[in-house]
């Protein structure tokens, strides 16, 4: 079975509301990154953040990091129609020559 | 200037068919992937190659056979096509082995149906 799973699965929110996206996974990683998929696109990579991480800030976007819980979310604040999106943690056990298992995704719909 | 970039975008074929997808990359990155999205958006990798060498072939069936000829180019060829091959076919690259700090730089997906 994959590694990461996200939840929820799918996400509607009211632009300038704050968006909370969660992802957990079963094995050790060495890092875990977040992307964001639009309709039809490739995956655009948002913010990786290292197992000895806690917390990451990129513009509107803050990722947590809890390795005891194997668990990591994703908030993005004051949503703007242009998040909506499908959006994916990957994990990165350093181990697998590079290979990164990614979750299933979760689908943010922003209603303007 | 796209990063990388997969031809064609679209593939409409006829089960049985041979097809090729190409990709390139001129971000000078080493490591090279492709991976398949299903219809339900699940992404799964399928091949890497780090330096035009293969280093991870998951479980994907002989029909499928991938080919490097120099580290910026990662091309996909399959043989016989079945409907099941039918999803999003994305190439991408990193700097290195492992995503270290950038993560992976998609390709915007190759769509094949097979019919």
């Known amino acids: 079975s994959q590694q990461g799973e996200e939840d929820p699965q799918a996400l509607s929110i009211q632009e300038g509301e704050n968006a909370t996206m969660n992802c957990s996974y079963k094995?050790?990683?060495?890092?875990l990154q977040w992307y964001r998929q639009n309709s039809g696109r490739g995956l655009v990579h948002l913010i990786l953040?290292?197992?000895?991480?806690r917390e990451k800030h990129s513009g509107r976007l803050r990722v947590t990091l809890d390795t005891s819980k194997k668990s990591s979310s994703l908030l993005i604040t004051a949503s703007r129609a242009a998040d909506t999106a499908s959006y994916f943690c990957?994990?990165?056990?350093?181990?697998?020559?590079?290979?990164?298992?990614f979750g299933d995704g979760t689908t943010l719909t922003v209603k303007p | 200037d796209t990063a990388v970039s997969q031809t064609p975008k679209y593939l409409v074929t006829q089960m049985g068919n041979d097809k090729s997808i190409k990709c390139e990359q001129n971000?000078?990155?080493?490591?090279m992937y492709w991976y398949k999205q299903d219809s339900k958006k699940f992404l799964k990798i399928m091949f890497s190659?780090?330096?035009?060498?293969?280093?991870i072939n998951e479980t994907v069936p002989n029909r499928f056979s991938p080919k490097s000829p120099d580290k910026a180019h990662l091309n996909l060829h399959i043989n016989s096509l079945e409907l099941g091959d039918s999803a999003v076919y994305f190439c991408?690259?990193?700097?290195?082995?492992?995503?270290?700090?950038?993560?992976?730089?998609f390709g915007s997906g190759t769509r094949l149906t097979v019919v």
């Open positions: 991408a690259s990193s700097q290195y082995v492992g995503v270290a700090n950038y993560g992976y730089t």
């Open positions: 094995t050790s990683i060495n890092n």
């Open positions: 953040i290292r197992s000895n991480e």
């Open positions: 990957a994990t990165d056990a350093g181990t697998n020559a590079g290979k990164s298992t």
């Open positions: 971000l000078g990155h080493d490591t």
């Open positions: 190659y780090n330096n035009k060498e293969l280093i």
